[in-house]
């Protein structure tokens, strides 16, 4: 069995609350939400981060940034702006080994990040 929390949700083993899903991509709701709308989407194979993608990953990024498209859509977010974010490595914030991108929306998003 993998230690991949974000595994776990993908065979089901962990529960999650689904947003979308396809053949390679799922989404669902973070659990520890910071923005009335947040959602983690991610791609079902395990990848670490962005930074260890490949030119064969082409296809699977592709899919995965249309189902962020997507699931903003879903959720009403592109008419007042959302954000779609990545960290990468412990120091950037990553906590979960598995490629995730955050879709937040649903109030007003500060920049520069902290
Ligand atoms: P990171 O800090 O790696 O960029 O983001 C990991 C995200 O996963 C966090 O926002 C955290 O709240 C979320 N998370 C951690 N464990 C679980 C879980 O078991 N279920 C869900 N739905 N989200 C989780
Ligand atoms: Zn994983």
């Given at each position: ?18 947003v ?51 699931v903003?859509?879903?959720k009403?977010l ?8 990545t ?28």
């Open positions: 069995m993998s230690d991949c929390i974000f595994c776990g949700i993908v065979d089901s083993s962990i529960p999650s609350t689904t979308y899903e396809d053949d390679e991509c799922l989404a669902f709701e973070d659990l520890n939400p910071q923005a009335p709308v947040h959602v983690l989407v991610i791609p079902k194979r395990h990848v670490i981060a962005l930074s260890d993608v490949q030119e064969s990953d082409r296809n699977l990024l592709g899919q995965v940034m249309l189902a962020c498209s997507r903003a859509q879903q009403g592109p008419e007042h702006g959302y954000r779609v974010v960290n990468i490595g412990k120091e950037a914030g990553q906590t979960v080994f598995h490629l995730h991108f955050h879709v937040l929306g649903g109030r007003r998003l500060t920049w520069p990040p902290g």
